[in-house]
């Protein structure tokens, strides 16, 4: 048995597996001010009367952290930077408790300039002075040498709870999203290891022996006592279980396709490539924050079914803001749901109420009550199609840095609207319509995002940079840097690539028949100086793909 | 700090092509400038936009080339993407889209001549000269100032413009007294239709910051301003850096920033630049962050030492004198036609061209028209080594009536068994056409 529950921002959903079937499922209002309560209730509800030693795995999707961020509910946090040469420290700035040190290593990841102990002390004993008790430490390129930011966080450990390290949040290059992810990192460190601590506790309680995951925003998962170190990498996992839902209950293979999730307050867009979701290529951005976290290529649309309806200037406004439920469920404005029942595309809620709330709009646009609630319908219906098609458009302009990639180059051209989400029912067709696509709503949908968690894989990428003339191997993730002989090559470094790869997406938790790998970034170049090569500079990127553990299906994402 | 501006970025490093595994054109070349653009996050700043390459047409080549034998003979994937990549550059800054553009493109383009045999300095096609005839093609005709900053001189881009009285080419580089391609001294300035729209600064070895700012504040700029230009374009070669494998400057990336925000190009063509550790990654980002008015104050190489890199007071001199003698020249420009002229019909030029990078000789004999009116029609007859012969007829953009005339007739005259050469073109440039007979 599988437990899949996910913690929205409206409802949290639950279900169990049995053999990859739907046995139980519950959707109940979230707890907004508690979190963790709306969890450990839904569980203990679902799992009761269960024999709890036939469960395989616990997989939780939640919000806690991006719900931190979006309200800024997040602790203070130290940062200590090394920026090198470069931009201008003022335009790295995140916050006013940033301290800037010297010391960098170039491009390569050759120390140019050593750090100064005196500097980082002096910094750390005025941040901690101030009373802030979490610190970043980011170094440029550290992803391509990560001593200078080991040495200072060994320095600096002793005088913070906590300190996080700019290297270990990714393996990409990108020095001032290092900083924010690093920042974010620190800012929901101590709210998160609360929530897992006392899901833990739970479980120890309850007796649930089985391993317990966090969904990702890259759609995969990792273990709940890995994810306390890395708290980062859980936010904007929701529409990433949405995904997976679709994934999972949805035959998506073999097209290019759209998922769309619509909620209450908030519309989901993903798109697949010939069935495989992409990946925002460097990182996902929340509250303005460029991030270097793996995620699924994204957009929330501030629309949903119970936005708030207006007329301005005499037009229609929809959303962004959710203030209440629909009128029909005793709302005090007017939402797409109000003109969906009163278009009778839906039977929920109470008719009359969602018929006056839509006659108020209807009103100020001088219209009768029935095409008010067809123009809000409509309205809602081009503004979701029109995100898409932006969203189309931007994925198909995106640049490409070789001959091959250029000439080659794949176009997206959507074919299938798969829809999750409460309205879903009510919008596929039209919304397919408008998209020229085919709808598709997913069997069991209203609990698409926990059967997608329940059934994620674990996910693990790595960053190697072999340099042959300087004898040195980089592995960006795992912050090491080992001497390697003249004649290394691409062989070597796919055999170790690979290796490490494996036991890194063990650590986190992967089972042995879900390492299923895929090699993202293969480059070898010359190095020369003068005319003649003195060595090659040799780069792999390799990842366990997102996508369905073992058993279910096929399909991923892809970058 | 200066105001910001908004900046489209076309980055094609062209990671699968290479002229061979050591050459200084190759696969790596614009590598750690990649990593320095991504590690900094340049792309993430609001007001720099990166823009996919579009790619160059026949059409685009045929518009300021004459390709022998043709067109697709001379080139690869890679020059009709890197000339894409220059007019989208240019598209975008003309749509509006953005304020101003670098096209961080290879290969480069600036050697390569009107008459196209082959590879010369490592080009093949011109792909400033193509963008700008792109952008003349599709938005109307517009006065271009082209800055070559480039190490070698521009010598193609040179050619090309040699009679157009509308396309101002200003090259500073190495005296070409000791490097390739040799020629760029204050004399050649223009042909007897465009005298003054071709300025050469010649600069001595060791050259640093100081002496190309001097050069900049006191000739290019007053130059340009003068010449009252529709568009700027920055012929942005690198390698006047004081790491460059193949020159003798001194030129470091805070000079190359500073060049660019006070030069203020529309559009900025990365041309040359062969140290591709030591130098590109740090100029490349300070003329981003120049042309997008951010703050480059910080842009340092890891090596940069100011007082080892100062030019000596005897360049200095040797730089003021010769400033002074340009821009005397160029103010007495109008008053030369009629010594060089002396009431002649024609001017005629015989050249012989090397194309380094392919080893063909060129053999070249080009006839213009002396007009008051337009840049005048142009014949050429070339002969290169590989045997192929051809000979060329330019009505050029904007033509007058009488060159119109002239050239169509000569054209129509020109027997091909007669004069012996393989392949009879007319370009047609006022009208868009190229046909080969």
Known sequence: MILGIDVGGTHTDAVLLDNFQVKKKTKVPTNQRHLVSSLIGVMDDILRDEDLSALERVVFSTTLSTNAIVQGKTDRVGMIVASGPGLAPEDLRISEDMRFVSGYVSNRGIEVAPIKKGEVEEAAAGLKASGIAHLGVVCKFSTRNPAHENQIGELVRSGFRHVSLGHRMSGNLNFRRRIATTYLNASVHDLYSRFVDEILEFAARAGIKAPLYILKADGGTFEIRRSAEQPVQTILSGPAASVMGILSLADCAGADAVAVDMGGTTTDIALLADGVPLLEPLGVTIEGHRTLIRGLKTRSLGLGGDSRVRVDDGRLVIGPRREGPAAAFGGPWPTPTDAMIVLGLTRIGDAAKAQTAVAEIAGKLNLPVAEAARAIFEKTCRDIASAVDAMVEEVNNKPVYTIHELLEGKTLRPKRLFIVGGPAGAVASRLGELLGCEAVIPRDAEVANAYGAALARTTAEITLLAETERGSLTIAEEGLEVKIPAHFTRRDILRIGMERLRERARRLGAVEPDIETEIVEDQEFNMVRGFYATGKNIRLKAQVKPGLIAGFGKGGPRS | ?437
């Open chain 2, 1 to 437: 700090m200066t105001q910001r501006r908004k900046t489209g970025l076309v980055f094609f490093p062209a990671f699968d092509w290479a002229i061979s595994p050591t050459h200084p054109e190759r696969e790596e070349r614009l590598l750690y400038t990649q990593d320095q653009v991504f590690e900094e996050g340049l792309l993430d700043f609001e007001n720099i936009v990166e823009y996919k390459p579009g790619l160059a047409t026949i059409e685009d080549i045929n518009r300021i080339h004459i390709c022998v034998p043709d067109a697709r003979s001379v080139i690869t994937e890679s020059h009709l993407i890197s000339a894409g990549g220059a007019i989208t550059a240019a598209e975008k800054v003309l749509e509006g889209a953005v304020d101003n553009a670098f096209a961080l493109v290879r290969p480069p383009g600036h050697h390569a001549m009107r008459v196209v045999h082959g590879a010369r300095g490592f080009c093949n096609i011109n792909i400033e000269a193509v963008m700008i005839e792109h952008i003349r093609r599709k938005y109307g005709h517009r006065r271009v100032a082209v800055i070559d900053t480039d190490c070698h001189h521009g010598d193609g881009t040179q050619d090309i413009y040699w009679h157009d009285p509308d396309t101002l080419c200003i090259s500073i580089h190495q005296d070409g007294r000791t490097l390739y391609p040799g020629s760029g001294f204050p004399d050649e300035f223009g042909g007897p239709n465009a005298l003054g729209t071709t300025i050469n600064i010649p600069l001595p070895p060791e050259t640093s910051d100081e002496g190309f700012l001097h050069v900049l504040e006191e000739v290019i700029l007053p130059i340009v301003q003068e010449f009252k230009p529709d568009l700027v374009i920055n012929s942005a070669g690198q390698d006047n850096h004081y790491t460059d494998p193949i020159t003798n400057m001194r030129f470091s990336a805070q000079g190359y920033a500073r060049l660019n925000e006070r030069l203020k190009p529309d559009i900025a063509v990365l041309e040359g630049g062969y140290s591709i550790e030591g130098a590109l990654p740090y100029v490349n980002v300070g003329i981003i962050l120049a042309m997008a008015g951010l703050d480059y104050s910080h842009v340092r190489e890891p090596d940069y030492d100011p007082g080892a890199l100062r030019q000596s007071d005897e360049i200095t001199r040797y730089i003021r004198e010769m400033s002074k003698d340009v821009l005397e020249l160029w103010k007495r420009r109008h008053t030369f036609k009629a010594e060089i002229v002396k009431g002649a019909r024609y001017a005629r030029r015989n050249r012989n061209i090397y194309y380094d990078t392919d080893g063909i000789r060129e053999q070249q004999e080009e006839t213009v028209r002396i007009c008051n009116d337009c840049g005048g029609f142009i014949a050429v007859n070339s002969m290169a080594s590989t045997g192929n012969r051809v000979y060329a007829v330019i009505i050029p953009s904007r033509s007058c009536d009488l060159c119109r005339l002239e050239g169509e007739r000569h054209f129509h005259g020109v027997d091909k068994a007669k004069q012996g050469v393989h392949y009879l073109v007319l370009q047609d440039r006022d009208r868009d056409v190229y046909v080969v007979k």
